[in-house]
T-cell receptor
Framework: AQKITQTQPGMFVQEKEAVTLDCTYD???????LFWYKQPSSGEMIFLIY??????QNATEGRYSLNFQKARKSANLVISASQLGDSAMYFC?????????????????FGKGTHLIIQP | ETGVTQTPRHLVMGMTNKKSLKCEQH?????MYWYKQSAKKPLELMFV???????ENNSVPSRFSPECPNSSHLFLHLHTLQPEDSALYLC?????????????????FGPGTRLTVT
């Protein structure tokens, strides 16, 4: 079984500041993937960034970076130079990584999310 | 149309009604998912389809009945729902593990259907 914990229900950040959203996870899988999604008030889940458990370097996508500390089982999202449009719910999620011998697909396990509000 | 679309975007139904939610993906994927998002709860995986076969049913009550007629379409048939079933229902798609060559593959989500059961 997999579990995601996000301990920050809400955060207020000044525009242009950097922000770190916390995520810790628990899993018995040896290989897995970690994701961050953004959900604006419109409801759609928008993929932001992905980190594989065996990736040696932290993932980066534009202003987003993932601070992956495997020994601590943490996968924090860092947003640099925050913008008003970054205000949204942010979800950390994970899924096991399996070989393709059996085909199939796995769903994502999500945390409860962090409501980020960027203030001008 | 691009990405993942869902219809209707909003639905109000009584407990004795029968309705269906529709999801369509235009990404060439072959795995599709239904998630439920209730207030103050994490997203919950409901069903997973891979190559049009159901591969996971996450202990969902039988009043929710999924259907996947082909790799591009996914339905969620609803009947005799309860008020606690009111939620945002999200559909997602991805590559199937075999097609993707194993590993991990991101899921793309639709905008969701906001369901209210009265």
């Amino acid at each position: 079984a997999q579990k995601i914990t996000q301990t920050q229900p809400g955060m207020f950040v000044q525009e242009k500041e950097a922000v770190t959203l916390d995520c810790t996870y628990d899993t018995s899988d040896q290989s897995y993937g970690l994701f961050w999604y953004k959900q604006p008030s419109s409801g759609e889940m928008i993929f932001l960034i992905y980190q594989g458990s065996y990736d040696e370097q932290n993932a980066t996508e534009g202003r987003y970076s993932l601070n992956f500390q495997k020994a601590r089982k943490s996968a924090n999202l860092v947003i640099s130079a925050s913008q008003l449009g970054d205000s949204a719910m942010y979800f950390c999620a994970m899924t096991p990584s399996r070989d393709n011998s059996g085909g199939g697909a796995d769903g994502l396990t999500f945390g409860k999310g962090t409501h980020l509000i960027i203030q001008p | 149309e691009t990405g993942v679309t869902q219809t209707p975007r909003h639905l109000v139904m009584g407990m004795t009604n029968k309705k269906s939610l529709k999801c369509e993906q235009h990404l060439g994927h072959n795995a599709m998912y239904w998630y439920k998002q209730s207030a103050k709860k994490p997203l919950e995986l409901m069903f997973v389809y891979s190559l049009e076969e159901r591969v996971e049913n996450n202990s969902v009550p039988s009043r929710f009945s999924p259907e996947c007629p082909n790799s591009s379409h996914l339905f969620l048939h609803l009947h005799t729902l309860q008020p606690e079933d009111s939620a945002l229902y999200l559909c997602a798609s991805s590559q199937d593990r075999a097609v993707a060559g194993g590993g991990v593959y991101e899921q793309y989500f639709g905008p969701g259907t906001r369901l209210t059961v009265t």
